[in-house]
């Protein structure tokens, strides 16, 4: 019996020695969390980076509060361009006077809002010489092309006449090297579609990459409005210029003449604006010309005279469906090796044929830009050239075998665009450029 008694007490001791452990690690445990939490406080790497979420937390409230009035301030300034060209009743002021009328629609639609001042004064005098053209009155030429067509020398030289706002390659925003795929084709037009009304407030990423490049000074009729050194890569600063151009001008080299077909059925208010002009060049002399860009050559789309011609053969193949859905006199196509040979009679033929001024301005270009030095040789970006040596510069540079092998490969592109074969005639495919057809 005592045997009995003592296993009871013993284990009776047992359950309230366990009980007062749980007991201690329930009550010692928020002091142990408190403690660790007191070691996390303490270790500057943890606050610091906490102090980074915060300050980034800050500015990104800041940043949504100025884009918040910056969207409000076009909100305001296209409400004062609405109402400045109706009176209070609703009637057109016209009969107020073509002076005050003009003022109204100046002091409304070219407010800098990214400053919240008006526009220089200098580029305000600049801009009173220019009357505001409608876009029902805008001619429309669209290049579309191919890299290393010649396509630089020929948007530089369409933006020479009077009052043409050049847009060069805008799509580079989306594709370096390769052509727009049907994912990003809306946005594409849509960015298109904005800078036909020169909407430039309403795309700031667009301006805002334009800022990092140099390209926007092909644009000479911006660019001359900019003289002294002043910036002129602000939304409202390319808009003002934009809304006073007769013509614009956008050259295309990510483009497939199916997809501007499209675009056009889908706009056709702006369809009955457009030319279309298509560059092509000898897929020979586009191939060797490619092969000085370091970023041609690491892409397989275009560092392969394959993939060219498969480009320049589907946009052959659509380029009647084009022809068919423009007014007559709206498409053309365009060798550069004819406009190298003859720049001045082929510019002549090529302005009437798309309705353009051949201007004093347009000679001058044409005079600087066909004669080159060995240092304008070197640029590979450069459009001075020995126009006369271009077009057959590829003769010299290029190995028979490899003129073969492309010769072969798009012997079907060059008999419809009339370039003579100078390895084989382009029926029999005897050659041995099999090996080499591979790589291109």
Same mark, same amino acid.
């Given at each position: 019996g005592k045997n009995v008694m003592c296993y009871f007490r013993t284990a009776e001791r047992s359950q309230q020695s366990a009980r007062k452990t749980r007991l201690n690690t329930v009550l010692e445990y928020p002091s142990v969390k408190a403690s660790r939490r007191g070691c996390v406080h303490s270790d500057p790497m943890v606050r610091r980076r906490r102090s980074t979420v915060v300050a980034l937390g800050l500015l990104a409230l800041y940043?949504?509060?100025?884009?918040?009035?910056?969207?409000?301030?076009?909100?305001?300034g296209r409400r004062k361009a609405e109402q400045s060209g109706t009176g209070k009743n609703g009637c057109d002021e016209a009969g107020a006077g073509p002076n005050i009328a003009a003022k109204k629609v100046f002091e409304a639609q070219f407010h800098d809002s990214t400053v919240e001042e008006q526009l220089p004064a200098a580029f305000q005098a600049i801009l009173r010489n220019y009357s505001i053209v409608p876009?029902?009155?805008?001619?429309?030429?669209?290049?579309?092309?191919?890299?290393?067509?010649?396509?630089?020398?020929?948007?530089?030289?369409?933006?020479?006449?009077?009052?043409?706002?050049?847009?060069?390659?805008?799509?580079?925003?989306?594709?370096?090297?390769?052509?727009?795929?049907?994912g990003r084709e809306r946005h594409a037009f849509k960015l298109i579609e904005q800078l036909l009304r020169c909407r430039m407030e309403d795309i700031p990423l667009y301006t805002a990459w334009l800022e990092t490049n140099p390209y926007y000074k092909f644009n000479h009729f911006l660019s001359d409005a900019c003289k002294d050194g002043q910036s002129c890569t602000s939304p409202s600063h390319m808009s003002a210029v934009c809304l006073r151009a007769g013509t614009q001008v956008f050259k295309f080299t990510r483009l497939y003449i199916r997809q501007v077909t499209a675009w056009l059925k889908r706009n056709p208010d702006i369809a009955r604006l457009v030319r279309v002009l298509h560059l092509v060049?000898?897929?020979?002399?586009?191939?060797?010309?490619?092969?000085?860009?370091?970023?041609?050559?690491?892409?397989?789309?275009?560092?392969?005279?394959?993939? @060219?011609?498969?480009?320049? #053969? &589907?946009?052959?193949?659509? !380029?009647?469906? $084009?022809?068919? @859905?423009?007014?007559?006199? #709206? &498409?053309?196509?365009?060798? !550069?090796?004819? $406009?190298?040979?003859?720049?001045?009679n082929e510019t002549k033929a090529l302005y009437a044929r798309l309705g353009l001024e051949y201007t004093p301005s347009v000679a001058l270009y044409l005079a600087n830009h066909t004669k080159a030095t060995r240092q304008d040789m070197k640029n590979a970006h450069a459009t001075k050239r020995n126009t006369h040596d271009v077009p057959d510069l590829w003769k010299k540079k290029l190995s028979r075998m490899t003129i073969g092998a492309i010769e072969e490969a798009c012997s079907d592109v060059m008999k419809v665009l009339g370039y003579k074969f100078i390895v084989h005639d382009g029926a029999d495919a005897e050659v041995k450029t099999q090996a080499v057809s591979e790589k291109l």
């Open positions: 940043l949504t509060g100025m884009w918040m009035l910056y969207q409000k301030a076009i909100k305001v876009l029902t009155d805008v001619k429309i030429v669209l290049v579309v092309t191919y890299y290393r067509a010649g396509s630089s020398f020929l948007g530089e030289l369409l933006s020479a006449g009077p009052r043409t706002y050049f847009h060069f390659e805008p799509l580079m925003l989306f594709t370096v090297s390769g052509r727009i795929r049907s060049r000898d897929p020979r002399g586009t191939y060797q010309s490619r092969r000085g860009l370091k970023w041609c050559t690491q892409n397989a789309e275009c560092d392969k005279a394959s993939a @060219l011609c498969t480009q320049m #053969r &589907t946009d052959l193949e659509d !380029f009647g469906e $084009l022809t068919r @859905l423009l007014p007559v006199n #709206r &498409t053309h196509r365009l060798r !550069f090796e004819d $406009l190298a040979l003859d720049p001045v």
